[in-house]
């Protein structure tokens, strides 16, 4: 009889859980997002979050969500996760590929996502749903052929000691 565990974590809670880990490298006070993107054979490919481009610093890029000068907001400046783990990404093509991102993606790396060949988006929270840029990304992926699912949660807490 084997002894093989039978408690190990599934592919969809590990990516997930990758993604999650790279979105607690965010400097963003409000939303940190983490995307992981994996190869059909279940190999990850690129991972990335959300943050301000390499030579734009943290500390004098502004984190704020409002202002009446749209400069001093991050979103001008922000590089979303997905985009970052799809820029990250050293190899030949993801055409194919799958991406795991703890938060629905926007209208922009829907656009990209599309055009790096991903074939499936698995997403874990959708907390802008309804609004412009989630909308379009939803009409988009239905227009390529991108699938999209959403992650189904476990009842598993990982706890890591670093
Ligand atoms: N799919 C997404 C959506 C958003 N982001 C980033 C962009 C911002 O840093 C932050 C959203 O900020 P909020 O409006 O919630 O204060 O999350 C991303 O990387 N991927
Ligand atoms: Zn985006």
């Not at 607690?24 to 995307?35: F, I, L, T």
């Not at 979303?80 to 993606?105: D, Q, T």
């Not at 060949?117 to 379009?136: D, L, S």
């Amino acid at each position: 009889m084997s002894d093989k565990r039978t408690d190990y974590i599934s592919w969809d809670e590990y990516f997930m859980a990758v993604a999650r880990l790279a979105g607690m490298r965010s400097k963003d006070p409000n939303s940190q997002v983490g995307s992981c993107i994996v190869s059909p054979d279940n190999k990850i490919l690129s991972i990335g979050y959300n943050g301000f481009p390499r030579g734009c610093s943290d500390e004098e890029f502004p984190w704020s969500r409002e202002d009446e000068d749209p400069l001093r907001t991050k979103y001008v400046y922000v590089t979303h996760s997905e985009l970052n783990a799809i820029l990250n990404y050293r190899g030949g093509s993801l055409e194919g590929s799958k991406l795991y991102v703890s938060l629905f993606p926007c209208n922009e790396c829907a656009k990209a996502i599309i055009q790096a060949g991903i074939k499936t988006v698995i997403y874990a929270e959708n907390k802008y749903e309804g609004t412009p840029a989630v909308t379009a990304s939803q009409m988009m992926f239905a227009a390529a052929g991108v699938e999209v699912r959403k992650y189904q949660a476990t009842d598993r807490v990982l706890e890591i000691k670093v």
